[in-house]
């Protein structure tokens, strides 16, 4: 319970496997008069059937509405239990996130999965989110108001962050990420300066509560870590770039500028994020 409204799950720090059924996300809720409202429902049906049993303890209202604050499966795939107990429930995401799902990567994340959990995602059955946001709207649902900020290209290209005035709370999704290497897992999907830029938008917004997409929800300490973390990682292989070395000869030196950050989750494989950050300031320099 973050306030009298405001709740949220804490998934695990770690990759999905077998033991964890994906449980790998945070997801929040708020519960009001008229229904309660999901933001992220997991990464299985078995979390968000986890998840609804959670809401049960503290309310019997409906459930009427879902957000996916991107197009990463351990924030949607848990969608399948919630649309089974509540058929009606609206279910948004931004739209480059419901054009990409359908496109043919919800697929790709049910086989990622199902690799990972050891076959036990296998031919799960996926429900996607059909409402689509640009970011800026403001959506009245179950007597609240909710406002939505979509900044660009960040940790993907799909990132929606909800707001929640009433509480001065944010789900910043993964923009935000607190105690794990900030966009570690999925190093292909981000723009550096991007989710620089959407967690300084994040500081700028008018709330006291940031629930991030993983890791412990907070103050304003919570982001400004994750910026902290993003800057030194990309100031120093900015200066590594400029004094001529190639990623991999610089890996070692990254990691010593971000010492700071060594009790992080998925520390040990920051060679990856690295050699992507080489690669969007080497792309700049022909921009």
Not at 73 to 87: E, I, L, Q, S, T
Not at 142 to 161: F, K, P, V
Request: negative net charge.
């Amino acid at each position: 319970k973050v306030t009298d409204s405001v709740y949220v799950v804490h998934g695990t720090q770690a990759l999905p496997d077998k033991s964890n059924i994906g449980f790998i996300s945070n997801s929040g809720i708020v519960v009001s008069e008229e229904g309660v409202v999901i933001i992220d429902t997991g990464g299985s049906r078995e979390v968000g059937e986890m998840l609804l049993q959670k809401i049960q303890q503290v309310t019997d209202k409906p459930v009427v509405a879902v957000f996916n604050t991107h197009v990463h499966g351990d924030h949607w795939f848990g969608n399948v239990a919630v649309r089974k107990a509540y058929p009606n429930v609206r279910i948004y995401a931004h739209e480059r996130a419901i054009e990409r799902l359908t496109a043919g990567e919800a697929d790709q994340w049910v086989e990622l999965f199902s690799q990972a959990m050891d076959k036990s995602a296998e031919g799960a059955e996926i429900v996607l989110p059909d409402r689509g946001l640009k970011g800026g709207e403001t959506i009245e649902i179950a007597g609240n108001s909710y406002n939505t900020h979509h900044t660009g290209h960040a940790h993907t290209d799909s990132d929606i962050m909800i707001e929640y005035p009433a509480d001065r709370t944010l789900f910043a999704g993964d923009i935000v990420i607190a105690g794990s290497v900030v966009s570690g897992a999925r190093p292909e999907d981000f723009s550096a300066k991007g989710q620089i830029a959407a967690v300084e938008y994040a500081l700028g917004l008018p709330v006291d509560i940031y629930v991030p997409g993983h890791g412990p929800t907070g103050g304003r300490e919570i982001p400004e870590a994750t910026k902290r973390f993003l800057e030194v990682l990309y100031d120093s292989v900015q200066r590594y770039y400029d004094e001529g070395l190639e990623d991999f000869e610089m890996r070692d030196k990254v990691v010593a500028d971000l010492s700071d950050f060594s009790d992080w989750s998925g520390y040990d494989r920051i060679g990856r994020l690295i050699s992507f950050v080489y690669q969007q300031i080497e792309a700049a320099e022909f921009e």
